[in-house]
């Protein structure tokens, strides 16, 4: 369905391959296939509703699936893909959460991994900037879209609305484009992230109203 809808919108070519970002096997075939492919870019975004998992899955089982799709895989992909994009001057487009940012309750694996996530290529990028290695790093940090599976994962228990996702997505894509270092949508996230440290009690209001807490904890 994806690729029917770029074709129609005029792109010459599109590629697709698909890969569960819970094998710790998948991320060198799909990092060979897109470097052959495209080359000099590299756009991140596994998800981990696609397993079946809610995210607040505290087992074993669940905390380990979503550190592999939500940061592992991540780190694994960039590994690989690192030495092309260095030689070539590229770029990473890592989609992220706000939950990456500002913690919230009923979702602590979940929040963990993209924690994790954020200081892995905020780090990345430091290492990159003193070494003088032009590869760009563009950090997505995107709120709930107008997906099935999203809007299943969260149903009853937030009363936020959903972002239209091809908007979501065109902000993904300016973002890597342009080499932007940091893409916030919907835009009302970016200050909600800088008042995370400076007035937390007004963050932790703001996060309250959009929860049914009631619902959350059952």
Not at 38 to 67: A, S
Not at 76 to 104: E, H, I, N
Request: with cysteine; net charge positive.
């Amino acid at each position: 369905q994806v690729v029917g809808n770029c074709r129609k919108l005029g792109a010459p070519k599109v590629f697709y391959i698909a890969a569960d970002m819970a094998s710790p096997e998948a991320p060198e075939s799909l990092v060979q296939f897109a470097l052959d492919k495209l080359g000099e870019g590299l756009g991140l975004k596994p998800g981990v509703q696609d397993l079946g998992l809610g995210l607040r899955d505290r087992t074993g089982i669940g905390l380990w699936c979503h550190l592999q799709v939500n940061f592992l895989s991540y780190v694994q992909l960039t590994s690989r893909a690192l030495p092309s994009l260095t030689d070539s001057k590229g770029s990473l487009v890592v989609v992220s959460s706000l939950l990456g940012r500002v913690p919230t309750s009923f979702s602590t694996p979940y929040s963990a991994a993209k924690f994790a996530l954020d200081s892995f290529f905020g780090s990345l990028r430091r290492e990159l900037d003193v070494q003088d290695v032009n590869v760009a790093i563009t950090m997505c940090v995107l709120g709930l879209r107008d997906r099935a599976s999203a809007a299943e994962a969260v149903r009853g228990v937030t009363r936020v609305k959903a972002a239209p996702g091809p908007k979501a997505a065109l902000a993904v894509i300016r973002g890597g484009a342009t080499r932007a270092a940091g893409v916030f949508y919907p835009w009302r996230f970016h200050l909600l992230c800088l008042l995370r440290r400076w007035l937390p009690r007004p963050r932790a209001w703001f996060i309250r109203q959009d929860l049914n807490v009631t619902a959350a904890a059952a």
